[in-house]
């Protein structure tokens, strides 16, 4: 699937007081950062989901806002810190920003990856 060109603007111009918005591609998706910062994905079925995790597990929850879960191949099924955006960030600029910066929160939280060492030779 092509990444919805139009959803990615309106996510650029209702979050542009948090940063920058720039992605990544995903999987036949994108990754969505905020000054560098993840804080969202598009899926590959065109499902926006921002980012979680145990502080804002609660939000979420009372939204009813569904965690990302996957299967793989073999038939098991795995979840990543992801939650269905709530309806309104599509014609709501406030409910975006405010859903955008809960997920931008959660991604400023999440522990840093290492980058690996560059090996001379």
């Not at 948090?18 to 591609?25: E, I, P, W």
């Not at 609660?58 to 810190?81: K, L, Q």
């Amino acid at each position: 699937m092509e990444i919805d060109q139009g959803l990615i603007d309106w996510i650029a111009e209702c979050t542009a007081q948090l940063g920058t918005l720039t992605k990544r591609a995903m999987m036949g998706g994108a990754t969505l950062y905020l000054d560098g910062h993840v804080f969202a994905i598009l899926t590959s079925d065109g499902v926006l989901r921002f980012k979680a995790d145990a502080v804002s597990d609660p939000v979420w929850d009372a939204e009813g806002a569904d965690r990302f879960t996957f299967t793989f191949d073999d038939g098991r099924v795995s979840s990543m810190n992801y939650r269905r955006a709530p309806d309104d960030v599509f014609d709501d600029a406030e409910a975006m920003l405010r859903w955008a910066r809960l997920g931008l929160e959660a991604g400023l939280r999440a522990p840093k990856k290492a980058r690996k060492a560059k090996t001379k030779q």
